[in-house]
């Protein structure tokens, strides 16, 4: 199934201002292709009927001569199922919150509408954004377009596959420890992970609450830059939100010139384990930059080999506590009983195996007598891994590294063996449990295998704090200089 | 690091998780195997390390506001009736 080709984010809202077309028809045409990939279930819900009408009301403001405060103009996008849609299912692809109606919009959603955006429907996820590869979905897994045979990677594999599959340019997704960036490499598409409190996470359902952040898919650099420009910023609903002012992200991305910039190399994410195409395809992105005049300097981030262990004490422990909301009493799923702790037990069997497998691990780190040496021992290790950036940024302006150890792998290869799953965001969870914005773009494929065809290669760009533009215009200049994928 | 069926079925019954033998079995050797992992972090050495970060945010003003309709929010229940979230009987 070939990625079809649409108009850019951009291209489309300069389109539908300038009256060459309007929302009504991209929005038909989003909605089309959303039917012709459904075999690749990057969708569990579509908001056919509401999206139709709320195009219809875009075009009204266009004609009222609106268009300047719509950026996103009749630009159809599709959103991750675990950010609120007011009027709409938010599952988290997950039986626990399958009857649920979300009875508001995000910040991030209410954003996109004010920006002229339309949400056409929600995507396909690991179950509670739990998971590398969206087969954790109680609703059946997402397929890779470049091999539906493999997975999408995940947790925001289908925001992902409605991108790589010619459906929308722009999708939300969201991060904890690597769920947009690691899918984006997978599926060759644009994919951000922002500064933790860049974007309001009201009405993101709660997985690892210092970790999370909503990101944006991009078909280019450019459409994820515009689409995070639009729904960042600070938000009272969220008061780990910043109040860093938000620059215009998007805007003459092509002038930047990386002649002068540093570029940090760190040793510690090109060891053993690296498919050797991905790293070609890292040393050929750097030394494009390299040729541009851009500085490369080998910087050391002892501790992200570490980032796994503490990935898997952190955010496991935060999740066990937020998942114990999901009690049968207030909303979603209740398995019927005539007794409180017996319908509590039969509420909560409906979770899949990974999830009762991350509860347990947090409950258990969090336990009497291992609080300490797992959940202490992690924030503690959390905190040297983000002082090696620190470090790290007193020297460079942004770090190159793959984003993935791997290509996509088979569906049902690591499903049953989660530390091989987990082992797959080596290279994404750091910049989660640091804080920092990171970006993975396409750079080519991997040459075809008798074992498996080419496919999509994704390099990452970190940068320091709310360094977001810099990064957009290094991944923009590197967008021009990759091969033809 | 080994985990024993006992200690699965202890924490299960904080996480409020019902689990079969089957289950118990698998968990305690998926649990062992991930610990092991993590336990790599005790190779660190101690004290050195900084402390994690503080936010430095300004909290915002703790005033009421109305929710616009609060209709949809009842109908997200279970079990809603007269101002109440309904669940079984607690005390015989």
């Known amino acids: ?235 009272p609903h969220d008061a780990t939100s910043s109040p860093e002012p938000v620059a215009a992200l998007s805007a003459g991305l092509d002038d930047a010139d990386p002649a002068g910039i540093r570029i940090g190399w760190p040793a510690e994410y090109f060891g053993a384990g690296l498919d050797p195409a991905i790293l070609a395809a890292c040393e050929a992105a750097r030394d494009r930059l390299a040729a541009a005049g851009a500085e490369i300097v080998e910087v050391s981030l002892p501790h992200s080999p570490y980032g796994i262990a503490v990935y898997y004490t952190v955010a496991i422990a935060e999740a066990s506590s937020n998942l114990a909301r999901y009690d049968g009493v207030r909303y979603g799923f209740r398995a019927q009983s005539n007794e409180l702790s017996s319908m509590y037990l039969k509420t909560r069997a409906a979770f899949g195996a990974e999830l009762k497998r991350r509860i347990m691990l947090g409950t258990y780190v969090l336990s009497a007598g291992y609080y300490e040496a797992f959940y202490g021992k992690g924030t503690a290790v959390r905190a040297r891994i983000r002082a090696d950036f620190e470090d790290a940024f007193q020297r460079v302006d942004a770090i190159l590294t793959p984003t993935t150890p791997t290509p996509a792998f088979p569906i049902g290869e690591k499903a049953e063996d989660p530390l091989a799953m987990y082992l797959n965001d080596i290279y994404t969870v750091s910049a989660n449990l640091a804080g920092i914005p990171a970006i993975s773009l396409p750079w080519g494929k991997t040459p075809a295998r008798p074992d498996r065809p080419a496919l999509p290669i994704g390099v990452q760009l970190m940068g320091p704090d709310f360094a977001e533009r810099r990064l957009f215009e290094i991944a923009r200049f590197l967008e021009r200089e990759a091969p033809e994928a | 690091m080994t985990v024993s069926p006992e200690d699965v079925r202890h924490i299960a019954r904080l996480a409020r998780l019902e689990l079969t033998d089957e289950e118990v079995e698998r968990f305690r050797r998926e649990l062992s195997t991930i610990l092991a992992y993590v336990e790599k972090l005790e190779q660190l050495e101690p004290g050195s390390a900084p402390e994690p970060g503080k936010p430095d945010q300004p909290l915002r003003q703790d005033t009421l506001a109305e929710w616009p309709d609060v209709t949809p929010l009842h109908e997200a229940a279970p079990d809603f009736e007269a101002g109440f979230f309904r669940v079984p009987r607690v005390i015989e």
């Open chain 1, 1 to 235: 199934m070939s990625p079809g080709h649409l108009p850019t984010a951009a291209a489309l809202a300069r389109a539908v201002h300038a009256r060459e077309t309007s929302a009504e028809s991209a929005v038909e045409a989003a909605l089309a292709r959303a039917e012709e990939i459904e075999p690749l279930h990057a969708f569990l819900s579509l908001r056919g009927e509401a999206a139709r009408a709320e195009a219809a009301e875009v075009d009204r403001r266009v004609a009222d001569g609106d268009a300047d405060e719509l950026p996103l103009a009749g630009v159809p996008v599709a959103v991750k199922d675990n950010i609120a849609v007011a009027g709409g299912p938010t599952t988290c692809g997950s039986r626990l919150l399958e009857p649920y109606v979300s009875p508001f919009d995000a910040t991030a959603i209410a954003r996109l509408r004010e920006a002229g955006a339309i949400v056409i429907g929600k995507t396909n996820l690991d179950e509670f954004a739990m998971g590398s590869s969206t087969e954790n979905s109680a609703f059946g897994p997402s397929r890779n377009p470049h091999d539906p045979t493999r997975v999408p990677g995940g947790s925001s594999g289908g925001s992902v596959v409605a991108v790589a599959g010619g459906c929308v340019p722009v999708a939300l997704g969201s991060e904890t420890g690597g769920s947009v960036r690691q899918p984006a490499a997978f599926c060759g598409t644009v994919g951000v992970k922002p500064t933790y409190g860049r974007v309001s996470r009201y009405g993101l359902v709660a997985f690892g609450s210092s970790l999370d952040q909503i990101g944006t898919v991009g078909s280019t650099v450019e459409d994820a830059a515009l689409a995070l420009t639009v729904i960042a910023g600070s938000d």
